[in-house]
């Protein structure tokens, strides 16, 4: 005769909800298109979406063939939605957005109603998880989409895929991730978005192909987009490993850069340098430095690159860029 006790029988009941919760939780990866990347663009007055998906054979480096590719499907919808039921839509197989990397939007879509539109879409579909990072292009999206590493290097190294992780994303701007960018929009402040640029690249064959590079971006302030290209000075806004720059055309080395901007409006930047060629005075490195971050300052002002009126706020503060003072510590080379 087999006796259970009550505590007994909540275990069992309790094993047997924990095995129905992991068999309703499978997921057959055979059944599922797992998509990298997002991209968006306006073509023919519709919403065009490009749904980037890392070949199988590059995953695992089974055959040369297909290596350092991908591909894409591209659907289009008059709204965001409907976009993404269109690529269920044309596909067989369930759409697995839970492992997106990074969302790419044209530049033409940094407008408050697509912006809400989208954020509103993340929000409510519940289809992608909230980790991925934010580009912006003026490419064609299909280039952006449709490229290949040079020396056949696996796509899943590419900036599309690891954003947060890669270095060379931060030539001009750091990686946006989404819920900073939801964070910052909503409150009104300045937001600097790495913009991917085709360039061709040579490859391990000795030929050119096309591939994009974040060496440039624009800041998305109240609505407004401005281009940052490319600019000298954009590197001493952000704390950097090292980067180059020139004095009358001599390569200066710059590492161990930090730059913060106190309370009281004073940009305390600390750096070291080296000279490739021959020695340069101290001061006149200090210099360049400042012109650098004067010159950017005006240019930019009207988009708070340093996000002086969120500071403001909550210091409880009134300055203004024209208030602000430079203090440059050179450390010993």
Known sequence: MLIINLEGIKMIKILIFILLLLSSCSVDISESLFIASIGFEMKDEK???????????????????????????????????????????????????????????????FNDEFI????????????????????????????????????????????????????????????????????????????????????????????????????SAIYFYKGNVCEVKKEKGSPYFKSKINF?????KEPIYFSKYKMALSREGIIKIILKYESFDKKVERSKVAKLVENRINDYLRKYSEYDPLDLAFLNEVYNNNLKYSDLKIKINILVN
């Open 244 to 248: 180059y720059d020139e004095i009358e």
């Open 116 to 215: 809400l539109e989208f954020i509103n879409y993340v929000k409510y579909s519940n289809r992608l998880d909230y980790n991925f990072y934010l580009f912006t292009t003026t490419e064609k999206m299909e280039d952006i989409y449709s490229f290949k590493n040079p020396n056949q290097e696996s796509v899943l190294n590419s900036l599309l895929v690891i954003s947060g992780d890669n270095a060379g994303i931060r030539l001009v701007a750091d990686p946006v991730h989404y819920l900073d960018f939801c964070k910052k929009y909503y409150s009104q402040r300045s937001i600097l978005i790495p913009m991917l640029d085709i360039e061709e690249l040579w490859n391990i064959e000795g030929k050119k192909e096309k591939n994009f590079y974040p060496q």
């Open 47 to 109: 919403i065009n979406g490009y749904f980037y998906i890392p070949l199988s054979s590059d995953v695992g480096k089974a055959n040369e063939e297909g290596k350092g590719s991908g591909e894409f499907v591209r659907v289009a919808g008059d709204t965001i939605e409907q976009v993404f039921n269109n690529v269920d839509a044309v596909n067989s197989i369930n759409i697995n957005l839970k492992h997106v990397s990074s969302v790419v939007l044209n530049e033409s879509l």
